[in-house]
């Protein structure tokens, strides 16, 4: 009786961990901050965290500033967060107006941006100050 | 006796872990099916986008020229067709297509707040083809109001590129915005020198968090909000798939592409031919492939 139990045992918890494999979700980090301009919060920034190689299971993951400057990045599919990983940051003024005002953010935050944030497993707080000078 | 007895039956423990194998098997196979349905409404999907790239293409035949994004007679604010109306006869929809009357009857003189019940039905008719099988979405919009709020509309999933950003202009009147479909834009497909197996035509938009498009065509032709030329055409430049509410710009929902298939959303190049784009594709292959005539090289996504 006694091997017979044994085998048993071990057929349940190789069931178990059958049952519990695959159940692991992507790991997105979460990313959020602050973004200043001249020192004052603006809202309706966007900011673009862009991977720095272009792995095809990579792409940008973005957030938008609210009023008092916030912002915490989301990913296509529906996600929070972002990949972890080396990251070129371009914060440039969102559109959602009708009229096409934007806010003004010099090319050296975006087009020409020589910002980059390395964003690791778990939670990542980055703010960024910028002068339009 | 005892002994036979012994031999013959079988334990608590023997029981246990034969259910629990067929729990196993059961848990295996469960995810299998729903995701076997899933496939099974993206084959419908892919189905009806490739009828729509064939509908293109013998409207381009007939008229030598693709249908425009949407008719611009001039006036600002107001609604007009799109380019789902326009190819209607050419999926068989040629008796709605005589009823709607588009020729004499423009979109701003049915959708009014005198409309007849007639004019109403007319506009709240659901085109299945243009309808996404695996998108959650009601028969009417009620969500996103179609340029002013008079009635709810149709709903349906298929949207058409006007181009990447603002860059040239946006669609709105006749403004030419680099991708294929735009105020009058007519294009001839010689004009696509990017080669027409790079530049995309037309994408999908899914209801619960975008709300979806309508076949109908434009809301307002001076404006590109979600209720005004983006009703029915998108920009690549927005995200696939992404929530832009819980990002922190609800104003950008309903101007881009998503779907409800996994990882991606379908899209028809203007050769008619139809590809699955992944939702991580880079953007300067998106920007490639929205543009015309940009030039740029790029590795094939799908």
Redo the contacts between chains.
């Keep these: 009786m006694r091997p017979?139990?044994q085998v048993?045992l071990s057929?349940?918890s190789l069931?178990c961990l059958?049952?519990f494999t695959g159940c692991n979700g992507d790991s997105l980090a979460s990313v959020s901050g602050v973004v200043t301009l001249d020192g004052h919060p603006v809202r309706?920034l966007?900011v673009n965290f862009?991977p720095v190689d272009?792995a095809?299971?990579?792409?940008?993951g973005?957030?938008?500033?609210?009023a008092d400057g916030s912002?915490?990045?989301?990913?296509?599919?529906?996600?929070?967060g972002t990949p972890p990983g080396d990251y070129i940051v371009r914060i440039s003024g969102?559109?959602?107006?009708?009229d096409?005002t934007r806010v003004r953010v010099p090319a050296k935050y975006n087009a020409k941006s020589e910002l980059t944030e390395t964003v690791v497993p778990g939670k990542n707080k980055f703010d960024f100050d910028l002068t339009s000078k | 006796m005892q002994a036979r007895n012994h031999a013959r039956g079988f334990t608590l423990v023997e029981l246990l872990v034969v259910i629990a194998i067929i729990g196993v098997l059961i848990a295996l196979l469960l995810p299998a099916v729903q995701q076997a349905r899933e496939a099974a409404r993206r084959m419908s999907c892919s189905n009806n986008i490739k009828q729509i790239g064939l509908a293109m293409h013998n409207y381009h035949d007939t008229y030598l020229a693709l249908p425009s994004g949407y008719i611009y007679r001039g006036g600002n604010g107001k609604c007009n067709y799109g380019w789902c109306v326009a190819i209607l006869p050419f999926i068989e929809q040629q008796n709605f297509y005589s009823q709607l009357n588009p020729g004499s009857v423009p979109l701003y003189n049915r959708y009014t707040s005198s409309a007849t019940a007639t004019d109403k039905a007319l506009l709240q008719t659901q085109i299945q083809a243009y309808v996404c099988p695996s998108d959650a979405a009601p028969k009417l919009c009620k969500d996103t109001n179609f340029g002013s709020s008079i009635f709810d509309v149709a709903v349906s999933n298929y949207v058409g590129c006007a181009g990447w950003s603002s860059t040239p202009s946006y669609p709105v009147k006749d403004g030419d915005c680099g991708g294929l479909l735009w105020g009058n834009s007519y294009l001839n497909l010689k004009e696509v020198t990017d080669g027409t197996s790079n530049t995309m035509l037309v994408s999908e938009r899914s209801y619960p968090l975008d709300h979806a498009a309508t076949w109908l065509g434009v809301g307002r032709n001076d404006s590109y909000a979600n209720t005004a030329t983006l009703r029915t055409l998108y920009r690549a430049g927005f995200k696939i798939n992404f929530d832009y509410a819980a990002a922190g710009s609800p104003e950008n929902l309903g101007k881009g592409w998503s779907s409800l298939h996994p990882g991606g959303v379908m899209i028809l190049t203007a050769d008619a031919s139809v590809h699955f784009l992944p939702e991580t594709t880079n953007t300067t292959v998106l920007q490639a492939l929205s543009y015309r005539s940009d030039g740029n090289v790029f590795a094939s996504p799908y």
């Design positions: 017979r139990l048993a057929f349940l069931a059958a049952l309706g966007e862009e272009a095809p299971d990579r792409t940008t973005t957030g938008y500033t609210q912002y915490s990045l989301h990913y296509p599919g529906y996600k929070k969102g559109e959602s107006l009708d096409g």
